[in-house]
């Protein structure tokens, strides 16, 4: 028989990481971690089995779908926007071309053992597109449902994927004489930018918040590649973590829709070197915009809508502003660099 299994891709990412934490904190024995990159022993630790490889590899796949019986995917494997901008290809072959694929792997494991498979997936707020600056500027809290237009191949990535999900969910073989075999209970929340004091995230566009505070934190310059008053809503690890569990757990009938926006707080880059200096007043940090990469977090909104998110599954996050800072990230982040 086959072994009951949580998977998770992108198991050696940012989220990857804080996400297998907390789930084995919470005694989920059954992961599998799935990543190309390899998967640190503290991480694998934590999994019942780690298995090196790419999400577009069929026989690898094949092998987890005889392996293992699966009741819930967390599909964070993704290239990010930055990156995604240098290799656009490779970006819609992994991010789109293997999210359809684990689909397709999830609706066939609920054949098999006869209950819905759980998609949980991260999408984002790079899946708006917002004219640009003076339009972001004027624009309140964005709701799900507004200016999905994004610009960049990882939001288009993203907002397909959401529109996957639920098709796959809702529609998925609509003709069929018996279209209800299967079963995928699909789930998506769409992050603002992320900010772990354990790790640092590669390849993204809303990385100038980590790396400004990670870069002072080390004693090491850093030139900001956006212009001071570019205002983009955040999120610390620990509250994106509680998110994906909280939505996971929240009963199927409350949820009125499939993808979610949560928000905790929101601030310009110039904020966050305020609060910057006020923990290390040496920090070397300078203000070097990139035009285009500041067009890009200028498509982003300044602020997102979660009402529906609060509605519906009870979302409210536990760090604001401050509590994010003094609680979590000066404290975790000082003793990451001390030693
Ligand atoms: C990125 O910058 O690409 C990501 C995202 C907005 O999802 N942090």
Redesign the pocket.
Known sequence: MRQTATLITGASGEMGHGLIGRLAEEGIEDLVALDIRPIDQRIGNQCKACVNGDILDERLLERIQSEYEIHTVYHLA?L?????EFTPDAAHRVNAGGTLRLLQMAVEQSQWHGRPVKFMF?????AYGLPGREVKQGTGRVRETEWNFPT?M??CN?LYCEHLGRYYANHYRQLAVDSSSHGIDFRCIR????ISAVTL?S?????YAPEMIHAAASGQKYGCFVVPDTR?PFIVMPDAVNALLQLQEAPRENLRQTEYNISSFSMTADEIHQRILEEWPQAEIDFKPDRKRQA?VDS?PAEVDDSAARADWGWAPRYDKEAAFSQYLIPRIKSRYSG
């Open positions: 993704a990010l926007s930055t990156r995604a991260p999408s984002s707020i790079a960049t990882y939001g993203k992050f603002p930018g992320l995230p390849g993204g566009t809303t990385d983009l890009i982003w």
